[in-house]
T-cell receptor, first 114, second 110 residues
Framework: DAGVTQSPTHLIKTRGQQVTLRCSPK?????VSWYQQALGQGPQFIFQ???????QRGNFPDRFSGHQFPNYSSELNVNALLLGDSALYLC?????????????FGAGTRLSVL | GNSVTQMEGPVTLSEEAFLTINCTYT??????LFWYVQYPGEGLQLLLK?????DKGSNKGFEATYRKETTSFHLEKGSVQVSDSAVYFC?????????FGAGTRLTVKP
């Protein structure tokens, strides 16, 4: 049983560019959340998707957007990249019916913006 | 809003020493509480959890008790090993998003 998988593992972009990160949830999970983890900090909640819609959102600008597909996989898009967007981006999945259950995390995508 | 305050590190201990990492929280409702561990270059792995007051979560010798009266969830281990060196995050959830503390880096020396 595969866990949460994310791609790519590393990415280098320049300021102003756009980036797309991908996530496949753990088998049987229908809810996907995205987090940004800056160096030396704890993860910060970006948003959560289930039933292909954004259901909750943290304090992130509209440059951060996402999508969920019918197979529950998800994408995180960031437009007009800033140097401050450099971070580890983590995807987590959970079954929706267990609202306060454990979130299972992928290994993350490390984004460097130059 | 919901938040987690975690003991700042880094923490350096000798092998077999006793570990405590303090965590307190602020939340509306009845949160579930978690400790996650992050090894270098990896994502977060669940270490233990507690879903209601007075629950004790335990795993791999680590323990934490959900204390509603003090809004705390301190992580303890009686005898740490070099392999326990990692960053530890306290977290809570009341709905579906998780709120994390800033993390505590633990280094265990032989």
């Amino acid at each position: 049983d595969a866990g949460v998988t994310q791609s790519p593992t590393h990415l280098i972009k320049t300021r102003g560019q756009q980036v797309t990160l991908r996530c496949s949830p753990k088998s049987g999970h229908d809810t996907v959340s995205w987090y940004q983890q800056a160096l030396g900090q704890g993860p910060q909640f970006i948003f959560q998707y289930y039933e292909e819609e954004e259901r909750q959102r943290g304090n992130f600008p509209d440059r951060f957007s996402g999508h969920q597909f019918p197979n529950y996989s998800s994408e995180l898009n960031v437009n007009a990249l800033l140097l401050g967007d450099s971070a580890l981006y983590l995807c987590a999945s959970t079954p929706r019916q267990l609202a306060k259950n454990i979130q299972y995390f992928g290994a993350g995508t490390r984004l460097s913006v130059l | 809003g919901n938040s987690v305050t975690q003991m700042e590190g880094p923490v350096t201990l000798s092998e077999e020493a006793f570990l405590t990492i303090n965590c307190t929280y602020t939340a509306t409702g009845y949160p579930s509480l978690f400790w996650y561990v992050q090894y270098p270059g990896e994502g977060l792995q669940l270490l233990l959890k507690a879903t209601k007051a007075d629950d004790k979560g335990s795993n791999k010798g680590f323990e934490a008790t959900y204390r509603k009266e003090t809004t705390s969830f301190h992580l303890e281990k009686g005898s740490v090993q070099v392999s326990d060196s990692a960053v530890y995050f306290c977290a809570l959830t009341t709905h579906r998003d998780m709120r994390f503390g800033a993390g505590t880096r633990l280094t265990v020396k032989p």
